[in-house]
């Protein structure tokens, strides 16, 4: 008897694109790469870039994934990208808590207005997150809605030529989808929210602050 692949190799393939774009355009990358450009935009400086740019990026990514992964580790959901709605409480919890920490920083130092604009920018969209994943028991994507945000605030601060960038949003969102982790509705729901209160928060806030 001949027995037939459970998948195709372009399946495969195609699993294994999604899978990448997944992790490479993880919102912790996101989180932590942006601040970076946003602090060399508003300093110049190689040291502002690096100690303004780190503050955001550990305290609203790096601190939040190792909360994360530990709960991964101990299966307390089921992976560092929580795919399940309910097991997000205590991540949600953890980013908003540590950015809040970040922010309180950000202001005591004295930090420039477009690195405090991107930490309130950032926090807007985990608040917002947080009340439709909880206070209307729907699972939006943070992947679109983190990887949308953060190609809106590149563009603001650096030209309309980086919506190129608008690509990789593309693919994160294929790749959610792809891997059944979301519905289109959520992606698409995702990238709304992240070019909403992530990118015209930003834009907004600089103009206020500057």
């Given at each position: 008897?001949?027995?037939?692949?459970?998948?195709?190799?372009?399946?495969?393939?195609?699993?294994?694109?999604?899978?990448?774009?997944?992790?490479?355009?993880?919102?912790?990358?996101?989180?932590?790469?942006?601040?970076?450009?946003?602090g060399w935009h508003a300093t110049h400086t190689v040291?502002?870039?690096?100690?303004?740019?780190?503050?955001?990026?550990?305290?609203?990514?790096?601190?939040?994934?190792?909360?994360?992964?530990?709960?991964?580790?101990?299966?307390?959901?089921?992976?560092?990208?929580?795919?399940?709605?309910?097991?997000?409480?205590?991540?949600?919890?953890?980013?908003?808590?540590?950015?809040?920490?970040?922010?309180?920083?950000?202001?005591?130092?004295?930090?420039?207005?477009?690195?405090?604009?991107?930490?309130?920018?950032?926090?807007?969209?985990?608040?917002?997150?947080?009340?439709?994943?909880?206070?209307?028991?729907?699972?939006?994507?943070?992947?679109?809605?983190?990887?949308?945000?953060?190609?809106?605030?590149?563009?603001?601060?650096?030209?309309?030529?980086?919506?190129?960038?608008?690509?990789?949003?593309?693919?994160?969102?294929?790749?959610?989808?792809?891997?059944?982790?979301?519905?289109?509705?959520?992606?698409?729901?995702?990238?709304?929210?992240?070019?909403?209160?992530?990118?015209?928060?930003?834009?907004?806030?600089?103009?206020?602050?500057?």
């Open positions: 008897m001949i027995t037939q692949p459970s998948e195709t190799p372009a399946r495969t393939a195609s699993h294994r694109l999604a899978r990448l774009a997944t992790e490479v355009l993880a919102p912790w990358v996101w989180v932590l790469g942006l601040p970076l450009a946003i040291l502002g870039a690096t100690s303004w740019g780190l503050t955001v990026g550990i305290t609203g990514s790096v601190i939040p994934m190792v909360v994360i992964v530990r709960g991964a580790r101990k299966g307390k959901w089921d992976s560092h990208h929580v795919t399940n709605r309910e097991g997000r409480v205590v991540p949600f919890v953890a980013c908003v808590t540590s950015l809040a920490a970040g922010i309180a920083i950000l202001v005591a130092g004295e930090a420039p207005h477009q690195m405090v604009a991107l930490a309130l920018a950032m926090f807007a969209t985990l608040v917002v997150s947080v009340a439709i994943t909880f206070g209307l028991s729907w699972k939006i994507s943070m992947h679109a809605a983190v990887a949308a945000g953060a190609v809106a605030i590149l563009v603001v601060t650096y030209g309309w030529w980086l919506v190129l960038l608008g690509l990789a949003v593309v693919l994160v969102n294929w790749s959610r989808v792809k891997l059944g982790d979301h519905t289109t509705g959520q992606v698409v729901a995702g990238t709304a929210l992240g070019i909403a209160a992530g990118g015209m928060t930003y834009w907004w806030l600089t103009v206020a602050l500057g």
